[in-house]
């Protein structure tokens, strides 16, 4: 391996170190945001190159290239609160929100109510029932394990609670809130789920194997900027040597 091809090797493995770093420093930083779901970064490998006809020479294994981070839905732990605008979802789906670029979706569900008695994120953003934004007027708010909401004893509309067919495309738009991303991606009913008023969702980020992987990381980019260091150096002295026989 000449040293300009060990120099990529090198530069390719910090380059991947420092995107898994970002990605993980990201999931710490919200590990105590409800609803959050971690992202994890997706490697792939690149087809190797064929033989050069000119140079006879096979280049060596390709590096692994940052394919994009990829959500895991598995969801946190409930954590009771005892505020009763605290709704959680034990099993699959999502809370709808409206937003102004459409219905997003949602694993937090830490509501609040506005001024005109709407049913909302702590954004602000309406919260979706099955006929549209839930209006609460009177005190005693009460959300059944189906998602059916009562004020005062009087049933008010039922939360929109849903799938998406293919959770892996949905794209994070911030504040916990998702959207539907490419083609063939769409809404879809859910069963088995169960809403626990009450309770929020927290982040399924654990906090212990995101700071072991963080060391162990840096400990890699570390390496991996020695390597550089050596190389830059190799080269240098090559080129002064080169210059000197001349």
Same mark, same amino acid.
């Given at each position: 391996m000449s040293l300009t091809q060990a120099m990529y090797a090198a530069s390719a493995g910090a380059f991947n170190n420092q995107q898994r770093?970002?990605?993980?420093a990201n999931n710490l930083a919200n590990i105590n945001t409800p609803g959050f779901k971690e992202d994890k970064l997706v490697f792939r490998v690149p087809v190797e190159k064929e033989r050069d006809s000119q140079t006879d020479y096979i280049q060596g @294994? @390709?590096? @692994?290239? @940052?394919?994009?981070?990829?959500?895991?839905?598995?969801?946190?732990?409930?954590?009771?609160?005892? /505020?009763?605008?605290?709704?959680?979802?034990?099993?699959d &789906?999502?809370?709808?929100?409206?937003?102004? &670029?459409?219905?997003h979706y949602t694993r937090n569900g830490s509501f609040s109510i506005n001024g005109d008695g709407v049913l909302t994120t702590k954004e602000g953003l309406p919260v979706l029932g099955k006929g549209g934004e839930i209006k609460i007027d009177g005190s005693n708010f009460h959300v059944d394990e189906g998602g059916n909401v009562s004020v005062d004893g009087n049933e008010v509309g039922t939360l929109k609670i849903v799938t998406v067919s293919q959770p892996g495309f949905l794209k994070k738009?911030? /504040?916990?809130?998702?959207?539907?991303? !490419?083609? &063939?991606?769409?809404?879809?009913?859910?069963? &088995?789920?169960?809403?626990?008023q009450g309770?929020?969702?927290?982040? /399924?980020?654990? !906090?212990i194997k995101v700071m072991t992987e963080m060391i162990d990381i840096s400990r890699s980019y570390e390496s991996y900027q020695k390597v550089i260091q050596f190389l830059d150096d190799a080269t240098k002295k090559s080129i002064n040597e080169v210059g000197r026989l001349a």
């Open positions: 770093l970002d990605v993980l @294994p @390709p590096a @692994p290239l @940052p394919f994009g981070a990829r959500t895991d839905f598995t969801q946190g732990i409930l954590r009771h609160t005892d /505020n009763a605008m605290d709704l959680a979802l034990d099993g &789906g999502f809370f709808c929100v409206q937003t102004p &670029g459409g219905t738009m911030g /504040n916990t809130l998702f959207a539907l991303s !490419g083609s &063939g991606v769409a809404e879809e009913k859910v069963e &088995g789920f169960k809403v626990r309770y929020v969702e927290t982040s /399924n980020v654990n !906090g």
